[in-house]
């Protein structure tokens, strides 16, 4: 299997960079910056040559958790595949046998945890396949790797508690164990930990998985985690000629809808909960492969050597075959998760909008209830901006994780959301359910929180034009006087201006605020151990009683102008009832967005703009060459 992979590993950079890496590990010099590494850290440190397994480096137990899982043997393997040197090999074995020897008995430390325990299962699993091929394990060796695997698997299973069945470290160890066991034991179908493995992860799937297909952690890092592990356990399991319930397959499918409807357009995630801006292709590489399907495919995608690896031949080619799929969804509405996608086409260029108003989630969660990022013709402008750390001791990892660290209104600087600890929280919203309505090119999001503690709601209504317009209204309902803060996080490579003009590799987007503003110097975090510097923009208003803040984004050329309606017969000058927003696009193009605040219950119930009339709590008129188009969203 892996021997027929050596035609294919003929990219010299990535090859280059494989046996750099590989020399490192060599050497004893470890780091770690692989596309789905929970935890990266790029900074290089130099072990002895007896390996302590509980050492702790970069002041973080998470360094630990990341050596023991034993990544970095796959680099190994594919150095060797490159160079035919045996010292990757070598290597391999050597490590593999010093953890052994240094863990005669599974005890609970820093390097057994059970998460760890069973993705270091899985590699050493993988590397006796990978070593039997090229008859470089012995049956000693051999024997003395299963013994401690079989030992693993029963430590997982004496240490199987109940909050796991809620939690990615449970689905991890449960669906390795679904196609490990099998790999080991030819009576698996009598083995009770088998047995006990397969009923326990079908249970957890359906409680953790939500029917929109994203997993309820709120974290799209660990619903990646949790997805690769379930396309693997279906891979495997086929090889080894397994039958694989269709309850597993049908999860895996949402799972991966749900994963591409949230990859925005340049191909990354949005650092939504604990998650770190990274590529996804990988994912849909191996969906497409082992799902048997070009749903995904929406490029011409070159297959690293690390996905290479992890398919195998027949896969990769099966994935070489699949012609582009030309009708990739735009859209993903998680109404389970509270999450919601919008593309304006399915090319990297394109922009896309992301809202929030979900559950908490997991400790994976953060404050981030109705936040709003955008990108604009595929440069991002507004952003979540990260988790950077675990660690308790840390600053960061609590202010990240706050709402003042994501794009949305604060109340009296009291949060209604509050995080104490790296997993841990004071208090927490009510999210109501999000109202969302798609017409043609025009989308309409409306969510609230309340905060029943306080005695306050906040509103906020959402309005998105393809033709890259945004309208955000801001409401909040709190008897006496108040004030509010509302924020907006501008990526590291966005600058503004004193007109509120943002910028961004040529892009250019403009931004209309209401009340006093400030621009301030802060940090956010696109990867796990790093800080960017970034511009966050905080707009403060007075109000008593009742609040409503209309800011607009739209592409520089575009003009916007304040319009009035009329309300029967006459011109409606009251705009605490309804705004109006005319964006002239062009000499052919206009549109107008009209969105009330509440319900009419006095005078006329019919309304117009420009003869056209309607009856409706949000819509948009579109005009071009003359000819109106009204789009009716609530």
């Given at each position: 299997m892996y021997n027929e992979l050596k035609p294919l590993l003929t990219k010299q950079e990535e090859n280059k960079k494989i046996i750099m890496y590989a020399n490192q590990i060599v050497e004893h010099q470890f780091s770690f910056d692989k596309t789905w590494d929970m935890e990266r850290c790029t900074t290089i440190y130099e072990l002895p040559k007896i390996i302590d397994w509980n050492q702790i480096y970069n002041d973080d137990e998470?360094?630990?958790?990341?050596?023991?899982?034993?990544?970095?043997?796959?680099?190994?393997?594919?150095?060797?595949?490159?160079?035919?040197?045996?010292?990757?090999?070598?290597?391999?074995?050597?490590?593999?046998?010093?953890?052994?020897?240094?863990?005669?008995?599974?005890?609970y430390s820093l390097s057994t945890r059970t998460l760890d325990t069973a993705i270091r299962l899985e590699m050493f699993e993988t590397m006796i396949q990978f070593l039997?091929?090229?008859?470089?394990?012995?049956?000693?060796?051999?024997?003395?790797?299963?013994?401690?695997?079989?030992?693993?698997?029963?430590?997982?299973?004496?240490?199987?508690?109940?909050?796991?069945?809620?939690?990615?470290?449970?689905?991890?160890?449960?669906?390795?164990?679904?196609?490990?066991?099998?790999?080991?034991?030819?009576?698996?179908?009598?083995?009770?930990?088998?047995?006990?493995?397969l009923k326990e992860s079908k249970e957890q799937l359906h409680i953790q998985v939500l029917k929109d297909g994203m997993h309820w952690e709120q974290s799209t890092m660990y619903h990646v985690e949790v997805l690769n592990n379930l396309l693997t356990m279906i891979q495997k399991n086929r090889t080894q000629q397994i039958e694989i319930e269709?309850?597993?397959?049908?999860?895996?499918?949402?799972?991966?809808?749900?994963?591409?409807?949230?990859?925005?357009?340049?191909?990354?995630?949005?650092?939504?909960?604990?998650?770190?801006?990274?590529?996804?292709?990988?994912?849909?590489?191996?969906?497409?492969?082992?799902?048997?399907?070009?749903?995904?495919?929406?490029?011409?995608?070159?297959i690293d050597a690390d996905t290479l690896f992890d398919l195998g031949l027949d896969l990769a080619l099966r994935f070489k075959s699949f012609e582009v799929?030309?009708?990739?969804?735009?859209?993903?509405?998680?109404?389970?998760?509270?999450?919601?996608?919008?593309?304006?086409?399915?090319?990297?260029?394109?922009?896309?909008?992301?809202f929030i108003n979900g559950s908490l989630g997991s400790g994976h969660g953060h404050s981030d209830n109705l936040h709003l990022s955008l990108s604009l013709n595929g440069i991002p402008f507004l952003i979540d901006s990260g988790r950077y750390t675990y660690r308790e001791d840390h600053k960061?990892?609590?202010?990240?994780?706050?709402?003042?660290?994501?794009?949305?209104?604060?109340?009296?600087?009291?949060?209604?959301?509050?995080?104490?600890?790296?997993?841990?929280?004071?208090?927490?919203?009510?999210?109501?359910?999000?109202f969302v309505n798609h017409s043609d090119?025009?989308?309409?999001?409306?969510?609230?929180?309340?905060?029943?503690?306080?005695?306050?709601?906040?509103?906020?209504?959402?309005?998105?034009?393809?033709?890259?317009?945004?309208l955000l209204v801001d409401e909040v309902i709190y008897a006496g006087k108040h004030h509010t803060k509302t924020f907006y996080h501008l990526d590291p490579d966005v600058s503004v201006d004193q007109n509120y003009l943002l910028s961004s590799h040529d892009e250019y987007l403009q931004m209309n605020i209401n009340g006093d503003t400030s621009i301030k110097e802060s940090v956010c975090s696109l990867r796990y151990n790093e800080l960017s510097k970034q511009k966050v923009i905080e707009v403060t208003h007075q109000f008593e009683n009742h609040l409503i803040n209309l800011t607009d984004f739209y592409q520089k050329g575009i003009k916007?102008?304040?319009?009035?309606?009329?309300?029967?017969?006459?011109?409606?000058?009251?705009?605490?009832?309804?705004?109006?927003?005319?964006?002239?696009?062009?000499?052919?193009?206009?549109?107008?967005?009209?969105?009330?605040?509440?319900?009419?219950?006095?005078?006329?119930?019919?309304?117009?703009?420009?003869?056209?009339?309607?009856?409706?709590?949000?819509?948009?008129?579109?005009?071009?060459?003359?000819?109106?188009?009204?789009?009716?969203?609530?």
């Open positions: 998470e360094w630990v958790f990341m050596l023991n899982r034993f990544s970095y043997l796959k680099d190994l393997s594919l150095a060797y595949l490159i160079t035919s040197a045996t010292i990757y090999p070598d290597k391999i074995k050597d490590l593999m046998m010093q953890w052994i020897d240094k863990h005669p008995t599974m005890e039997k091929e090229f008859n470089l394990l012995s049956d000693v060796e051999e024997k003395k790797i299963k013994t401690s695997i079989v030992s693993q698997i029963q430590y997982l299973r004496d240490n199987y508690i109940t909050k796991y069945r809620l939690s990615n470290w449970g689905s991890i160890q449960l669906l390795t164990l679904n196609h490990l066991i099998p790999e080991l034991d030819e009576n698996y179908t009598e083995n009770s930990i088998h047995q006990w493995a269709y309850s597993y397959i049908d999860t895996a499918m949402k799972m991966v809808d749900a994963l591409f409807g949230l990859t925005l357009p340049q191909g990354v995630i949005e650092t939504f909960g604990d998650s770190d801006r990274t590529m996804t292709k990988d994912v849909f590489i191996k969906a497409c492969s082992i799902l048997n399907t070009n749903k995904w495919k929406k490029e011409e995608w070159d799929n030309h009708n990739t969804p735009v859209l993903f509405d998680g109404h389970d998760a509270g999450i919601y996608v919008v593309k304006n086409s399915t090319k990297p260029n394109a922009s896309s909008t992301m960061e990892r609590i202010r990240l994780k706050s709402m003042e660290a994501h794009n949305i209104v604060l109340v009296d600087d009291l949060p209604h959301s509050i995080p104490d600890g790296s997993w841990t929280n004071e208090s927490f919203c009510r999210p109501l359910k999000t090119e025009v989308h309409y999001y409306e969510s609230g929180i309340l905060c029943l503690d306080k005695g306050y709601t906040v509103l906020r209504k959402l309005v998105v034009l393809d033709i890259n317009i945004w916007v102008e304040d319009v009035f309606i009329q309300q029967g017969d006459k011109i409606c000058n009251d705009h605490s009832l309804y705004c109006a927003k005319k964006y002239i696009v062009n000499e052919d193009e206009t549109v107008v967005v009209i969105l009330f605040h509440k319900e009419i219950y006095k005078g006329s119930k019919i309304f117009s703009y420009e003869g056209c009339s309607f009856h409706a709590q949000s819509l948009v008129i579109k005009t071009k060459a003359g000819v109106k188009e009204v789009h009716v969203l609530k």
